[in-house]
């Protein structure tokens, strides 16, 4: 997982741009993983939507790029509008159709855009001596459909912003546990070190089915009480 894009406004605000794809997913019969668009979309909107709220951004706007046929656009605008509800959060959806050529495999891409104040962004700013936790599982592929209880909730992940002891959240994405916590070490300027962590740190995260979460250690009860059985502390 790396930054989403910034692009500076005027009074020191800044556009958040996220985005995310899936090829070979979706009910067609050539489809690597055979599930509805309901599911693409939820596993698209997730992936965005936590890469904008994670460097504290505002999202505002999502846009669809859908190669899987007219029949898929009404149901993945539905999903995104049902996600949003989920969290609370307005936005407007724009996008296009590939519907000049047919594809034999689904392909959807999907960006969010948000804003932020500088002085709001949430990147390098853990604090030498802070926790560091995983909550939810690396998952990917079918084990998004069939493990899902281990996926830490999108509503999870999105009452963490606000907390006033969260430091930093940290999607881990296709490049593994590993790739996030390397990627939290360069924006805190650590060195490199070797983490504990239970689980396999090479393995893809699929759609950002776990996250990292740098924290107050005074309020680590709080993050297990908020947490519970998705949380798994990092030494």
Do not use: H
Request: one cysteine or more.
């Amino acid at each position: 997982m790396g930054l989403p894009l910034f692009i500076a406004e005027a009074d020191d605000r800044e556009l958040v741009i996220a985005s995310d794809n899936a090829g070979a997913i979706g009910p067609k019969p050539d489809d690597a993983v055979q599930v509805p668009y309901e599911v693409v979309a939820q596993a698209l909107f997730r992936v965005a939507i936590m890469d904008t709220l994670a460097v504290g951004a505002s999202p505002f706007a999502v846009n669809l790029m859908n190669f899987a046929g007219e029949e898929a656009w009404n149901e993945l605008e539905k999903t995104i509008i049902s996600q949003c509800r989920r969290l609370g959060i307005e936005m407007g959806i724009t996008g296009s159709t590939e519907s000049n050529f047919s594809m034999n495999q689904s392909a959807v891409g999907l960006t969010v855009i948000g804003k932020v104040m500088k002085a709001d962004k949430k990147i390098g700013c853990s604090p030498q001596g802070c926790g560091l936790a995983l909550i939810g599982e690396p998952l990917v592929g079918e084990e998004v459909i069939q493990c899902a209880d281990r996926a830490a909730p999108l509503e999870l992940f999105a009452e963490m912003t606000q907390q006033e002891w969260v430091y930093e959240l940290v999607p881990v994405g296709s490049k593994g546990i590993d790739g996030s916590l390397r990627e939290w070490e360069r924006r805190n300027g650590r060195e490199q070190r070797k983490w504990e962590v239970p689980f396999d740190c090479s393995k893809s995260g699929g759609p950002s089915t776990s996250f990292l979460v740098s924290y107050d250690l005074n309020c680590d009860l709080d993050l297990i009480k908020m947490a519970e059985a998705f949380v798994t502390v990092i030494r």
